[in-house]
């Protein structure tokens, strides 16, 4: 019950107030929308798209975004870890894998196909090997 609403009345309107919400916030800069809501004493947290994460204080002070280069694409900042353990630093090991680079790893050791197994998914057309941008 919210302030002697009872549950069922709450769903009610529902939809109502769906959009009603949506049209307000529409036009708002979700951080600022953030602060406003916490500040009013209601408990509220941004969904931040990419943009604003890059940019957030907090996440750049935990340096939770690192720089990662690969040969293909240069330099780029990669999510971290969203937890930091004080005897187990975390790094990033490797890049992003390319399409299809762990293939045979996968195929052949983890999943034990033969070798005759593997060229035959691969030559049906089953195992991706090619990065799109490289398809004629």
Known sequence: ???????RS??????EVDQIIGEWTTEKDPIVLFHLLQDTGIIAGP????VHA???PHLKDRGFFVPITTV????????????????VPFQV?????????DNDYVYRQVLSLSSEEYDKLKDLGHIGMDDLHNVP
Not at 1 to 7: E, F, R, T
């Open 1 to 7: 019950m919210i302030k002697g609403i009872p549950v």
């Open 10 to 15: 709450q769903y009610a309107r529902h939809d």
């Open 47 to 50: 969904v931040l798209h990419e």
């Open 54 to 56: 890059y940019q957030e």
């Open 72 to 87: 293909d694409t240069g330099t780029y900042m990669y999510p971290s870890t969203a937890f930091k353990m004080s005897k």
């Open 93 to 101: 090991r490797k890049p992003p894998v390319g399409l299809g680079e």
